[in-house]
């Protein structure tokens, strides 16, 4: 591998070489999900987008946050991946 200061033009170079201590396809974003009575389901808000599901299954951490408006209580954290499958939420 070239160090960043040996490059040339024309040279490939890779996201790692460029911030080591980054991991380009690891980057989570911010998820939370609520119960949405209006349409009976679960909301989930993810890289601005709000999707509905029937039953929403996380496999990283969450928290609670307690609001002053509603909704009142929403779960948070941070994700990989959002993914709907048959009106199931997979969060991972």
Same mark, same amino acid.
């Given at each position: ?5 040996? !490059? =040339?033009?024309?040279?490939? @170079?890779?996201?790692?070489? *460029? ?5 380009? &396809? ?24 709000? !999707? =509905?599901?029937?039953?929403? @299954?996380?496999?990283?951490? *969450? ?5 002053? &408006? ?23």
């Amino acid at each position: 591998m070239k160090e960043f200061m040996d !490059l =040339q033009v024309g040279d490939e @170079i890779s996201f790692q070489q *460029i911030n080591p201590m980054k991991k380009g &396809t690891d980057k989570k974003y911010r998820f939370f999900f609520h119960y949405y009575k209006r349409f009976k389901c679960m909301s989930i808000h993810y890289k601005n987008q709000c !999707l =509905q599901a029937d039953n929403v @299954i996380c496999s990283v951490p *969450i928290e609670t946050k307690w609001n002053k &408006t509603q909704p009142n209580l929403i779960m948070r954290g941070f994700a990989n991946s959002v993914k709907i499958e048959n009106g199931v939420c997979y969060i991972e």
